[in-house]
């Protein structure tokens, strides 16, 4: 199955992006009445009959829709530092959509090396590996929030469990730990988190927990988390 993605579905009639109406026309070779199946991102998946093959302007009328495909009951969200190289980000977020997860929020804390992202470009990464992955529900990309405004959301007090992925003498194997329906699980840049930042984390609830007995980049820890939990 060859999922496309559209955000805006209207009246039952709608209009696939130049990429996508060039890979459905000249790639696949779709034609005028063929059907094609379609998701928006928010959990539906529509088929749908092709009116006009159009490679630059592809349109299609649906015929059906199914709400809460693939959706999971389970909610994982990871907060992690994006990595100097952006590309390794880029492919932790392809993979993690992959694997499962439902939230990630870029943090940036002390030992952080990159300092801006680009929303636009991730978001077309987690659409990328949606659409492979055959789901219907994009993971939910926060902005790049500051260690210290991370700490101060009162939204996170409402999880099952909440983990940040550290060495220390407090800290407990993940795989020990019940992580019930929902949790959020920090990991830290390069340079792994300040002594003062797991300090903080702690005090506001965050379990000292590690990934193994061995020092994982910090993608390498997020697919680490998205396969414990899943």
């Known amino acids: 199955m060859q ?9 039952g009639k709608c209009v696939l992006d130049k990429t996508d109406s060039g890979h459905c026309i000249k790639v696949l070779r779709k034609k005028t009445g063929d059907e094609i ?29 199914k709400e809460g495909f693939g959706v999971r009951e389970k909610w994982l969200h990871i907060a992690m530092a994006p ?31 990159r300092k801006v992202i680009k929303e636009d470009r991730l978001t077309k990464i987690l659409i990328s590996g949606m659409k492979q992955s055959l789901k219907a529900k994009l993971p939910k990309l926060n902005p790049l929030l500051k260690w210290k405004e991370f700490l ?14 550290c060495m220390t003498e407090k ?16 990991i830290g840049p390069e340079g792994g988190f300040s002594d003062l930042e797991i300090q903080e984390a702690t005090e506001a609830g965050f379990k000292p ?3 193994g007995e061995s020092r994982l980049r910090t993608e390498t820890a997020g697919i680490v988390v998205c396969s414990l939990f899943n």
């Not at 092709?50 to 630059?56: K, L, R």
């Not at 800290?171 to 920090?186: I, M, R």
Request: charged content about 25%; hydrophobic content about 35%.
């Open 209 to 211: 927990v590690t990934l």
């Open 83 to 113: 990595t100097k190289n952006i590309g390794r980000f880029e492919w932790f977020l392809e993979k993690a959509t992959e694997i499962g997860i439902e939230e990630i929020t870029p943090i940036l804390t002390y030992h952080s090396e």
């Open 152 to 165: 101060q959301e009162e939204a996170w007090s409402t999880y099952d469990f909440k983990g940040i992925a």
């Open 3 to 11: 999922l496309f993605y559209t955000a805006d579905i209207l009246d």
């Open 37 to 65: 199946h379609l998701v928006d991102g928010k959990g539906t998946m529509y088929t749908a009959k092709i009116v006009d093959a159009n490679h630059n302007k592809c349109k299609y009328e649906i015929i059906s829709e």
């Open 171 to 186: 800290s407990s194997s993940l795989k020990t730990q019940e992580l019930g329906q929902n949790a959020l699980v920090l």
